[in-house]
């Protein structure tokens, strides 16, 4: 069980969310987190089960807007060899790995209407059947729920009501945060990020970063704030200040939301959703370069061996060729060939940042 509590709450409303969220750490109640995306719901959901009794075993997260009907019930229950075409071994269902731990459901609100009913069947007295089985079991994992929805206002239309009243034993709302806690938090990320790119950050320079993110400049939620703070510690130049640092990371968040520029002068192509990707695949790569395994670039970037893995291929680069800089630099210097119509229309960008 750790000791500190990662949610950053300076403001008096994340202070009373914390509360809560503490108080349901020490029962063993479900729990529905309530709040708009990127509030931070999924790392007090960790939080809770980091400091509850059920800390030693997994937390597994699910993400509920990603599944079909089809697909909730077999990665929730798992399936046996031969319950429909593809399955060709059994596979355990996500309940079962969590088993005496924790499910966290992260947007429930868009479950099926189906899968709703088989999960209001499985919370009522924790037994399931996998797909395709013919032998029921039974599982002690306590549930963890997060919406930017309210559900309440759509019972019975869009969420069903029982299920409702099942998960919402207890319920917090995460709201989003304020000026302080975005400059509190800047500061936790910049030493995070600091120590995994091994990159020295004065204290001077993280405070500076805390002014800059709670100062209007950035304008995210804290899942993009994640992200810009890492961008910052990989586009850093020390020869910029820290606010241009800042702004240049920064500067990917409004491609993201624009995604089109225009040069001053009549014509720099148009960015299109696929040139922003590039972006980020060039910062992947720059990570990859840096390290020797797909392990350990997936804890470089506290990410998954399965996002590793689906990234890599993406750039059809396989795992043995972390080993090669020289093929790693070969995929990048293809990317950045490709994004070089596009040199006026960054650099124009950067500098109104």
Known sequence: ?????????HSDARRRALQYAKQAASADCSVLIVGPTGAGKDILARDIHQHSRRS?????????A???QTLFESELFGHVRGAYTGATASKRGVVELASGGSLFLDEIGELPTEAQAKLLR??????????????????????????????AAGLDTTFRSDLFFRLSVFTIVVPPPSRDDLRVLTRVLAVEMSERYRAAASAREVSALGELASSGVYRGNV???????????????PERTVEENWR???????????????DDAAAAPQLQPQEIEKLD?????????ETRSARELSRRMN???????????KLGIKPKDLQSADSLERTSEKIRASLAPYRSTFLRLLKEF
């Open 281 to 289: 695949d060039l910062l992947f790569l720059k990570c990859a370069r």
């Open 56 to 64: 030693k075993h997994r937390l597994i997260t699910v993400n509920c």
């Open 66 to 68: 990603a599944l079909t």
């Open 303 to 313: 990410r998954s061996l399965p996002y590793v893995y689906s990234r890599l291929a």
């Open 122 to 151: 499985f919370l009522a007295d924790g037994s399931f059947w996998p797909v395709g089985g013919c032998e029921e079991k039974s599982v002690d994992v306590r549930i963890l729920a997060a919406t930017n929805r309210d559900l």
């Open 223 to 237: 899942r993009e704030l994640r992200n810009a703070v890492e961008r910052y510690f990989l586009v850093r130049d």
């Open 248 to 262: 240049a990371a920064c500067a990917l968040d409004l491609l993201a939301q624009q995604g089109e520029l225009a």
């Open 1 to 9: 069980m750790t000791s500190s509590w990662r949610f950053v709450a």
